[in-house]
């Protein structure tokens, strides 16, 4: 089934423990990005990437870094994990043909850190 | 700074018409986008605007005006199955999307 997939669905972690968030699209968007989501606020915007082998700063870009070596993957990882970035990661992908592509999400991450 | 507001909270009927309001400042506009995302699941794509006016797609209509930084999301005959939240995102003039918090609509049969 064509679509975005995300690992782990949820992870309990020790404070100052390295992690690695991972995405994967079938769907060949040139487009990706990393979200984080609150409760009472909007989806926040972590790390893009518009095509392989390029990377940009979001909203919130602090304690958190990515890559994209190919179109497919696109992986968050958190160096030394702290207990604000505890939290809902998703992961979306647009084609990236036009600056106003539709996003499509992947099923998030719930990640609790301790 | 960048802010979209959208009501924390409605109850509506089922079978009845809800409108839900989102208004926006933002840093330049290139399109608003309504999502519908269902408790513990991921966001899914509902509407765009760019241009003034009504888009209509079944039982949702999406409804913007540049002009007043405006914009709303129509649900009509709703269904228990719309119980969820409705997030309001408008792309600025980086090609980022700006996120309001979300309006969790709550159905009553």
């Known amino acids: 089934i064509a679509g975005i997939t995300q690992a782990p669905t949820s992870q309990i972690l020790a404070a100052g423990r390295r992690m690695t968030l991972r995405c994967t699209q079938d769907?060949?968007?040139?487009?990706m990005y990393w979200y984080r989501q609150d409760l009472g606020l909007g989806l926040r915007l972590i790390h893009y990437?518009?095509?392989?082998?390029?990377?940009g700063k979001g909203e919130v870009p602090d304690g958190y870094s990515v890559s994209r070596a190919n179109t497919d993957d696109f992986p968050l990882t958190l160096a030394s994990a702290v207990p604000s970035q505890t939290s809902v990661y998703f992961c979306?992908?647009?084609?990236?043909?036009?600056?106003?592509?539709?996003?499509?999400f992947g099923p998030g991450t719930r990640l609790t850190v301790l | 700074g960048q802010n979209i507001d959208q009501p924390t909270e409605m109850t509506a009927t089922e079978g009845a018409i809800v409108q839900i309001n989102c208004t926006y400042q933002?840093?330049?506009?290139?399109?608003l986008f309504w999502y519908q995302q269902h408790a513990g699941e991921a966001p899914t794509f509902l509407s765009y605007?760019?241009l003034d006016g009504l888009e209509e797609k079944g039982r949702f209509s999406s409804f913007l005006s540049r002009s007043k930084g405006y914009s709303y999301l129509l649900l009509k005959e709703l269904q228990m199955k719309d119980s969820a939240s409705y997030l309001c995102?408008?792309?600025?003039?980086?090609?980022?999307?700006?996120w309001g918090a979300g309006t969790k609509l709550i159905i009553k049969p």
């Open positions: 995102a408008v792309m600025d003039s980086n090609y980022q999307l700006i």
């Open positions: 605007n760019v």
């Open positions: 979306a992908s647009s084609e990236g043909e036009s600056g106003t592509d539709t996003q499509y």
């Open positions: 990437s518009n095509t392989a082998g390029t990377t």
């Open positions: 769907m060949r968007h040139n487009a």
């Open positions: 933002t840093s330049g506009f290139n399109g």
